[in-house]
């Protein structure tokens, strides 16, 4: 059930929806604050907003009476008229709005947007009307304001906005709402941002002790915990585990290498703006890597190859550095460090299709591990009209691999969109968006074809015909960096990670003090049979132990006393509130050996 070419937000009836009730929202605000400067007002996932020059910070109560106040000229059923103006029409009707004939200009001279976003061509000028409101717009809208549904919207919130982004310009006023086509669709959105809330990773991190980061250290560096560390071991045995299966090499590579090697591969001066700056030593410059490619490009090309060992697939949890604006830093979502899932695939062309497949058996493997239902994969294509400028000159290659793209995850059940030109400039690329059981939406991974590197590195292996061929290279990273999957994972299982992912899977509770050195032999014995367990022998009450370990979300509580001192046995109570009495310690021990040997779903 491939989705090509799925229709573009842009093109989308909820576009339109929110779009307009941007128009309706501004309306209601102008006739509250009559001397209001108005900016701009565009949709955004999953809502709307628009800027506001107002004469006093708004409230909430103002919010109420604005959204009120749309649900009214909502029911007036005002059409959207649209109207192409000159500059000097333009001019005329906002006279009275310093920002709006700033547009007005951007849009004259050409080169922006209404938005003031970048445009290739010269725009047409146009605005439109509903009821009092005048927009300079280029739409698109429903047709009148009785097609946006008014129990399906809600103003947000109100946060400040510099101008353009730029905080040598005023600060503005920007109000959230969201809109959406039945009251239900609002309904689900806002229990997703609730229920968001909630499971914030960045929340769950410190109450959990995953991770934390420290002044000193510096922004978007992660200092990872001990339970944080447990979890990061976890991943990479997996990761480990399903690559020695596939067939993968293991690879060490060091953190930082020559200028030189970063020219090589590109990165200098095209992607320097994302990379640390250089420090100096022995009169050489060298750079913090950003990404791991060019070492492995490098040891594929240590020595010649034979097609008898085609492909090469070299893996490596790679940490890279990137550099992101601390502006954009987000919790573990946007970091400057990152360990990621690394690997890069080598083969010949015709080996390029079941090398694709393989990646995404991985995937499959992994989206069933963790309970991953929805998921989709962006593949990115390049067009006939860009070749030799934004993409490589090879439309041979380009045709060949996006078709095996197609094919692969056709025959893999897999659900994709595609994008026309918008794939990398060395191949076609594929993302992955992922959903949390919440229903957010995660990009999880990219995955490349690159057909440019190869040949940039002189890499090459002899064919079977004894003559030097050029491999294709796959870039993918299906676990992503431990960052962003780890983020992801805490939100998706709300932090109850699943046994085998657990920080601390077994806590022995003793009931009195007469029931310590039970508890800690028990403990004892579980730790040398490969179970993560401790024994809480804090002087708290046996209360307070039970409420410490179950705000951890440790999997499993064994409460030990007299009678299962006596008996060789232990009481569980799981997480999830079940329990069970007298339950012989082997049996205890089989049981949580078999949910982490399974990577088991359940308890
Ligand atoms: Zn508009
Ligand atoms: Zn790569």
């Given at each position: 059930?491939?989705?090509?070419m799925?229709?573009?937000?842009?093109?989308?009836?909820?576009?339109?929806?929110?779009?307009?009730?941007?128009?309706?929202?501004?309306?209601?605000?102008?006739?509250?604050?009559?001397?209001?400067?108005?900016?701009?007002?565009?949709?955004?996932?999953?809502?709307?907003?628009?800027?506001?020059?107002?004469?006093?910070?708004?409230?909430?109560?103002?919010?109420?009476?604005?959204?009120?106040?749309?649900?009214?000229?909502?029911?007036g059923?005002?059409?959207?008229?649209?109207q192409?103006?000159?500059?000097?029409?333009?001019?005329?009707?906002?006279?009275?709005?310093?920002y709006?004939?700033?547009?007005i200009?951007?849009?004259?001279?050409?080169?922006?947007?209404?938005?003031?976003?970048?445009?290739?061509e010269?725009?047409?000028?146009?605005?439109?009307?509903?009821?009092?409101?005048?927009?300079?717009?280029?739409?698109?809208?429903?047709?009148?304001?009785?097609?946006?549904?008014?129990?399906?919207?809600?103003?947000?919130?109100?946060s400040?906005?510099?101008?353009?982004?730029?905080?040598?310009?005023?600060?503005?006023?920007?109000?959230?709402?969201?809109?959406?086509?039945?009251?239900?669709?609002?309904?689900?959105y806002?229990?997703?941002?609730e229920?968001?809330?909630?499971?914030?990773?960045?929340?769950?991190?410190?109450?959990?002790?995953?991770?934390?980061?420290?002044?000193?250290?510096?922004?978007?560096?992660?200092?990872?915990?001990?339970?944080?560390?447990?979890?990061?071991?976890?991943l990479?045995?997996?990761?480990?585990?399903?690559?020695?299966?596939?067939?993968?090499?293991?690879?060490r590579?060091?953190?930082?290498?020559?200028?030189?090697?970063?020219?090589?591969?590109?990165?200098?001066?095209?992607?320097?703006?994302?990379?640390?700056?250089?420090?100096?030593m022995?009169?050489?410059?060298?750079?913090?890597?950003?990404?791991?490619?060019?070492?492995?490009?490098?040891?594929?090309?240590?020595?010649?190859?034979?097609?008898?060992?085609?492909?090469?697939?070299?893996?490596?949890?790679?940490?890279?550095?990137?550099?992101?604006?601390?502006?954009?830093?987000?919790?573990?979502?946007?970091?400057?460090?990152?360990?990621?899932?690394?690997?890069?695939?080598?083969?010949?062309?015709?080996?390029?299709?079941?090398e694709f497949?393989?990646v995404?058996?991985?995937?499959?493997?992994?989206?069933?591990?963790?309970?991953?239902?929805?998921?989709?994969?962006r593949?990115?294509?390049?067009h006939?009209?860009?070749?030799?400028?934004?993409?490589?000159?090879?439309?041979?290659?380009?045709?060949?691999?996006?078709?095996?793209?197609?094919?692969?995850?056709?025959?893999?059940?897999?659900?994709?969109?595609?994008?026309?030109?918008?794939?990398?400039?060395?191949?076609?690329?594929?993302?992955?968006?992922?959903?949390s059981?919440?229903g957010?939406?995660?990009?999880?991974?990219?995955?490349?074809?690159?057909?440019?590197?190869?040949?940039?590195?002189?890499?090459?292996?002899?064919?079977?015909?004894?003559?030097?061929?050029?491999?294709?290279?796959?870039?993918?990273?299906?676990?992503?960096?431990?960052?962003?999957?780890i983020?992801?994972?805490?939100?998706?299982?709300?932090?109850?990670?699943?046994?085998?992912?657990?920080?601390?899977?077994?806590?022995?509770?003793?009931?009195?003090?007469?029931?310590?050195?039970?508890?800690?032999?028990?403990?004892?014995?579980?730790?040398?049979?490969?179970?993560?367990?401790?024994?809480?022998?804090?002087?708290?009450?046996?209360?307070?132990?039970?409420?410490?370990?179950q705000?951890?979300?440790?999997?499993?509580?064994?409460?030990?006393?007299?009678?299962?001192?006596a008996?060789g046995?232990?009481?569980?109570?799981?997480?999830?509130?079940?329990?069970?009495?007298?339950?012989p310690?082997?049996?205890?021990?089989?049981?949580?050996?078999?949910?982490?040997?399974?990577?088991?779903?359940?308890?």
């Amino acid at each position: 059930m491939a989705e090509h070419m799925k229709e573009r937000y842009e093109d989308s009836d909820l576009y339109r929806i929110r779009h307009s009730a941007a128009h309706v929202m501004a309306e209601a605000v102008l006739e509250m604050f009559p001397e209001a400067k108005y900016t701009i007002g565009p949709p955004i996932e999953n809502g709307f907003y628009y800027d506001f020059d107002l004469p006093r910070p708004l409230t909430p109560e103002d919010l109420e009476k604005i959204e009120k106040r749309m649900r009214q000229i909502i029911a007036g059923h005002h059409k959207f008229e649209r109207q192409v103006v000159s500059a000097a029409e333009a001019r005329g009707i906002f006279k009275d709005q310093p920002y709006k004939l700033e547009l007005i200009e951007g849009l004259e001279q050409g080169g922006f947007d209404e938005y003031g976003n970048p445009l290739d061509e010269k725009p047409e000028i146009s605005i439109y009307k509903s009821d009092t409101f005048v927009d300079l717009c280029r739409g698109p809208h429903v047709e009148h304001t009785g097609q946006i549904n008014p129990s399906a919207l809600k103003l947000m919130q109100v946060s400040g906005a510099y101008w353009r982004g730029d905080e040598n310009n005023p600060m503005l006023q920007r109000i959230y709402g969201t809109a959406w086509k039945t009251s239900k669709e609002l309904e689900e959105y806002l229990w997703q941002i609730e229920e968001a809330r909630k499971r914030d990773h960045r929340k769950l991190g410190k109450e959990l002790e995953i991770f934390t980061f420290d002044d000193e250290v510096g922004p978007g560096l992660p200092l990872w915990l001990p339970r944080g560390a447990v979890i990061i071991d976890e991943l990479e045995k997996l990761a480990k585990e399903k690559e020695d299966a596939a067939g993968y090499l293991r690879v060490r590579t060091p953190h930082l290498a020559k200028q030189d090697l970063f020219i090589h591969s590109g990165h200098l001066p095209y992607y320097a703006e994302s990379m640390f700056p250089p420090m100096e030593m022995e009169g050489t410059k060298y750079y913090i890597k950003p990404m791991n490619c060019p070492m492995h490009h490098k040891i594929f090309g240590s020595r010649p190859r034979s097609y008898r060992e085609m492909p090469v697939r070299l893996a490596e949890y790679g940490d890279c550095y990137r550099y992101e604006k601390s502006g954009e830093l987000f919790g573990l979502m946007r970091v400057r460090s990152m360990q990621m899932n690394d690997a890069h695939m080598y083969c010949a062309e015709d080996q390029f299709e079941q090398e694709f497949m393989g990646v995404i058996d991985l995937y499959h493997q992994y989206f069933d591990i963790f309970g991953i239902d929805k998921y989709l994969m962006r593949l990115s294509t390049h067009h006939r009209s860009g070749l030799g400028k934004k993409y490589v000159d090879n439309e041979r290659l380009w045709l060949k691999t996006e078709e095996m793209v197609r094919r692969a995850m056709d025959n893999g059940e897999v659900p994709y969109e595609e994008i026309p030109d918008e794939a990398a400039f060395y191949g076609p690329k594929i993302d992955v968006q992922i959903w949390s059981v919440i229903g957010r939406e995660f990009t999880l991974a990219t995955n490349q074809v690159d057909f440019a590197v190869p040949p940039r590195f002189n890499l090459s292996f002899i064919n079977r015909e004894g003559l030097e061929e050029t491999p294709l290279c796959i870039h993918r990273a299906p676990l992503s960096t431990h960052e962003r999957m780890i983020g992801f994972l805490l939100e998706h299982y709300a932090g109850s990670l699943p046994v085998w992912l657990s920080p601390d899977q077994v806590r022995v509770i003793p009931i009195t003090d007469a029931h310590d050195d039970y508890a800690a032999r028990l403990a004892s014995q579980m730790r040398s049979q490969g179970i993560r367990a401790e024994a809480d022998l804090s002087n708290d009450r046996m209360n307070a132990k039970i409420r410490q370990a179950q705000l951890f979300k440790v999997p499993y509580m064994l409460v030990v006393g007299d009678r299962e001192m006596a008996d060789g046995t232990v009481s569980l109570r799981k997480r999830d509130g079940s329990r069970a009495d007298g339950m012989p310690v082997d049996d205890f021990i089989r049981l949580v050996q078999d949910r982490i040997a399974h990577r088991s779903k359940e308890l």
